[in-house]
């Protein structure tokens, strides 16, 4: 079987199956496993973190195929792109799905506080009782819409890990970063999931909606790997585009959330476990 068919795979089983596992999540959620999630958000925040600064970074500094160094500003260039594309995802998503919800006030902050508040299930006795489920229902709707768009970048990461890649299809960043990226894709399934089961949509097809919207994750691989190859500078600019999306998606949103639904101090020595992990795996 070629790379691209392997790559497809990959990155469908990451954001299809990373996803729809995250909306089963949603629907048979228990209260007490936010801390389980908080660990598991934290570990994989370190171990994408290790790949970024020991993998994707130097490679994109000194690609495959290069014969000499790219210009570090080039690579800069890639990183604060690649950030501002996924932060502007992440805003647009934060600012429309806001509006499903209109009891914020001061006592009901907007931020994630807790799994509950990322899921927004703390906000179905609210909707119970003013009987909006009609929104509910919309906001999933959504939010399903705008993650599929989120997860078009996230694509492109595995992509062109695997395009800098000179180890196999199953050893090497292209891989760590699928596998992380599906842990990365569970709450994100969580939070499209129960807005849509308590709207009214059944259990089954409330999941089969959630995995879909994995579905851009594989467009997102082809491109990344496709750009990859053209060229050395490409490459370059290909890895510090998913090191930069990287980044955001570590201290924008798995560091935070992983804290705010723990405050303890175990996130950060998960997170410290999940950097090691990571450095191990990179130099294996």
Not at 64 to 71: F, L, R, S, Y
Not at 108 to 113: I, N, W
Not at 242 to 261: D, N, T
Request: glycine share 12%; aromatic share 8%.
């Amino acid at each position: 079987m070629s790379t691209v068919w392997w790559i497809v795979i990959i990155t469908a089983i990451a954001g299809v199956c990373g996803t729809g596992f995250g909306g089963l999540v949603g629907a048979v959620l228990k209260r007490d496993s936010a801390k389980v999630v908080s660990l598991l958000l934290s570990f994989a925040g370190g171990v994408m973190m290790a790949v970024v600064c020991f993998d994707l970074i130097p490679e994109s500094l000194m690609p495959e195929g290069a014969t000499e160094p790219i210009p570090i500003y080039i690579v800069i260039l890639g990183i604060l792109i690649g950030y501002g594309v996924v932060f502007l995802l992440n805003h647009i998503i934060d600012k429309t799905t806001n509006h499903e919800i209109a009891h914020i006030d001061e006592s009901h902050p907007k931020t994630a506080d807790d799994l509950d508040e990322l899921i927004h299930s703390d906000h179905l006795e609210e909707h119970k009782k003013t009987g909006q489920f009609r929104d509910l229902f919309i906001g999933g709707i959504v939010m399903a819409c705008a993650i599929a768009l989120h997860n078009m970048p996230e694509g492109m990461v595995i992509g062109a890990s695997y395009a800098g890649a000179s180890s196999s299809i199953f050893t090497g960043s292209g891989f760590i970063i699928a596998v992380v990226i599906g842990l990365h894709n569970i709450p994100e399934g969580m939070a499209v999931s129960v807005p849509l089961i308590t709207g009214g949509m059944s259990r089954v097809k409330a999941i089969l909606v959630t995995a879909a919207s994995g579905a851009p994750t594989i467009i997102g691989a082809l491109i990344g790997y496709g750009l990859g190859i053209l060229s050395p500078i490409w490459l370059a600019l290909s890895l510090s585009f998913a090191s930069g999306a990287m980044l955001y998606v570590v201290f924008g949103e798995l560091i935070p959330e992983s804290i705010l639904m723990w405050r303890s101090k175990l996130p950060a020595f998960f997170l410290l476990v999940g950097t090691v992990v990571g450095l191990i795996l990179v130099n294996v």
